[in-house]
């Protein structure tokens, strides 16, 4: 009976070893070139959101581990974005206490809600130019050569690029609506500034700022992005809100 016994605990420590813990990188760009936007509350709220995503329970715990950068998306310095570490918990009945885990994810998530108040305190708003398209195309390639088993992007932004490139503020130019009727043809010219890269599995959430005055931009704009990142192999959602 004891070899049994012993031999079952052996068989539900290796299976709980078996069980490997993932790691998830989350990049999350805040447009600053508003004033409006800056209400931290917005992007608070969220956060419980960003944990479901990630796979990391505050509640129960977990191995899970995570990487979370914040950036301004007009800035992608290494100085001014915030990045956050969970490291992998350890599975099996030799790992770590199930109690300091769970508190450790905790200090995880107050670190998030204390990096992202901290960027949107030091960003510069009110800014002339919007660079999305280079500064996400840069951070993507990032994202692409960097570790975990799961990608996730969150964009909150209203996505209405107005730069050198292309400008949604210059709708006479016809340059957008070529744009979406052919991926192609944006890919052709705007690589020449930065090459996106084969997004197949980058999930890419946008959080479009939306209202009365700018509502007929962002349905165009909703159109160019989904068209542009779908041709590149993305999962991606764009709405008002994160889900």
């Known amino acids: 009976m004891k070899a049994v016994f012993a031999v079952t605990c052996c068989l539900l420590v290796m299976a709980c070893e078996g069980e490997k813990p ?19 509350n917005h992007y608070l709220s969220d956060l419980p959101i960003i944990l479901r995503k990630m796979n990391v329970d505050t509640v129960h715990g977990g191995n899970n581990g995570a990487e979370v950068r914040f950036f301004l998306i007009n ?32 200090k995880f998530s107050r670190g998030l809600s204390q990096d992202l108040q901290q960027l949107l305190s030091s960003a510069q708003w009110q800014t002339n130019q919007s660079k999305i398209y280079q500064n996400l195309c840069r951070g993507l390639n990032n994202l692409k050569a960097a570790g975990g088993d799961r990608k996730i992007v969150i964009v909150y932004s209203d996505m209405l690029e107005n730069s050198d490139l292309f400008s949604f503020y210059e709708p006479r130019s016809g340059k957008i609506e070529r744009y979406i009727e052919d991926p192609r043809l944006a890919e052709l010219e705007l690589s020449a500034d930065c090459a996106m890269p084969d997004l197949s599995g980058v999930e890419i959430n946008i959080v479009a700022f939306r209202n009365k005055e700018n509502d007929e931009m962002i349905n165009r704009a909703s159109q160019f992005w989904l068209r542009l990142f779908q041709s590149h192999n993305a999962t991606i959602h764009f709405g008002s809100e994160l889900d």
């Open 22 to 40: 993932s790691l998830c990188t989350v990049y999350v760009f805040l447009d600053a070139t508003e004033a409006k936007y800056r209400e931290a």
């Open 75 to 106: 800035d992608l310095s290494e100085s001014k974005s915030k990045v956050r570490l969970l490291s992998q918990g350890v599975s099996g009945m030799m790992g770590q206490n199930p109690l300091e885990r769970r508190d450790e994810i905790k």
